[in-house]
Structures are given as structure tokens and as C-alpha cells.
């Protein structure tokens, strides 16, 4: 029984369907990774106070409150979190860092919601309430 030999043809051929399917991989690594426009939308009492934009390189720091009942938001390199507050239960703290929307990070005792938005279209079909 003989064995199939490839031709040079044929090799030629799978050489080229071979760089086709990786330079498509490679392709939609680059146009379709990551998320675009992320901005982070801060409100207290419902009140939009500040939209803060998330990306690479920036960094910003915003105090809301007073001496007391007080919370520290800080943006980092595309990422945002309550840093510090003096609520009881610490739970907009323990949240940590937050990147991709819809995320939210709250602070129920002093009414703070951190609410990542988005341009891209989010992969949620719908959402229950």
C-alpha cells in the first residue's frame, strides 16, 4: 500500500491557507481586544458629580465628603476603586479594582455608585428586575 505524497503544489497551498488563518487570528487579536471609551460615572445621591475617563496613564484622585463619613476614589492605568472610606462594613473598599463595564463598585452608608459605561456593546442580552 502506498502512502499519499504531497506535491509541491500541495504544499505550497497549505503553506498559504496556514498564513491566512493566522494572520486573520492575529488580526482580530488586534482590532477586537479590549474595550473602548470606559469612562467611570460617580454619583452620589443619584447626582452625576463626576465622569472620570479610564485609560492607560492616567491617574486621578477625587475626595468626597467631609472630615468624617468619607470616601477616596481613586483611577489608576484603565482601573477605579473607593481607596478609603470611613463606612463601617468597608464593603465599597473590599470591592477592590473594577475595568470593564457594567461593573459597580457602591458605598451604601454615604449613597456613592461607581458605574463603569462603555461605546462597545456589551455582550448582555437583557437584564432582569
Given at each position: 500500500?502506498?502512502?499519499?505524497?504531497?506535491?509541491?503544489?500541495?504544499?505550497?497551498?497549505?503553506?498559504?491557507?496556514?498564513?491566512?488563518?493566522?494572520?486573520?487570528?492575529?488580526?482580530?487579536?488586534?482590532?477586537?481586544?479590549?474595550?473602548?471609551?470606559?469612562?467611570?460615572?460617580?454619583?452620589?445621591?443619584?447626582?452625576?458629580?463626576?465622569?472620570?475617563?479610564?485609560?492607560?496613564?492616567?491617574?486621578?484622585?477625587?475626595?468626597?465628603?467631609?472630615?468624617?463619613?468619607?470616601?477616596?476614589?481613586?483611577?489608576?492605568?484603565?482601573?477605579?476603586?473607593?481607596?478609603?472610606?470611613?463606612?463601617?462594613?468597608?464593603?465599597?473598599?473590599?470591592?477592590?479594582?473594577?475595568?470593564?463595564?457594567?461593573?459597580?463598585?457602591?458605598n451604601l452608608?454615604?449613597?456613592?455608585?461607581?458605574?463603569?459605561?462603555?461605546?462597545?456593546?456589551?455582550d448582555i442580552?437583557?437584564?432582569?428586575?
Amino acid at each position: 500500500m502506498k502512502g499519499i505524497g504531497l506535491t509541491l503544489a500541495d504544499k505550497w497551498l497549505i503553506g498559504i491557507l496556514l498564513m491566512i488563518a493566522i494572520s486573520g487570528i492575529v488580526a482580530s487579536l488586534v482590532f477586537f481586544s479590549g474595550q473602548t471609551n470606559v469612562s467611570a460615572e460617580i454619583r452620589v445621591d443619584g447626582k452625576l458629580i463626576k465622569t472620570i475617563p479610564l485609560r492607560q496613564g492616567y491617574r486621578e484622585e477625587l475626595r468626597i465628603g467631609g472630615k468624617t463619613e468619607y470616601a477616596i476614589i481613586e483611577a489608576n492605568d484603565g482601573k477605579i476603586r473607593i481607596r478609603q472610606d470611613d463606612s463601617p462594613r468597608q464593603i465599597g473598599v473590599q470591592t477592590g479594582w473594577i475595568s470593564k463595564a457594567p461593573e459597580q463598585v457602591i458605598n451604601l452608608p454615604y449613597r456613592i455608585v461607581i458605574t463603569l459605561v462603555s461605546s462597545a456593546e456589551l455582550d448582555i442580552d437583557g437584564i432582569a428586575r
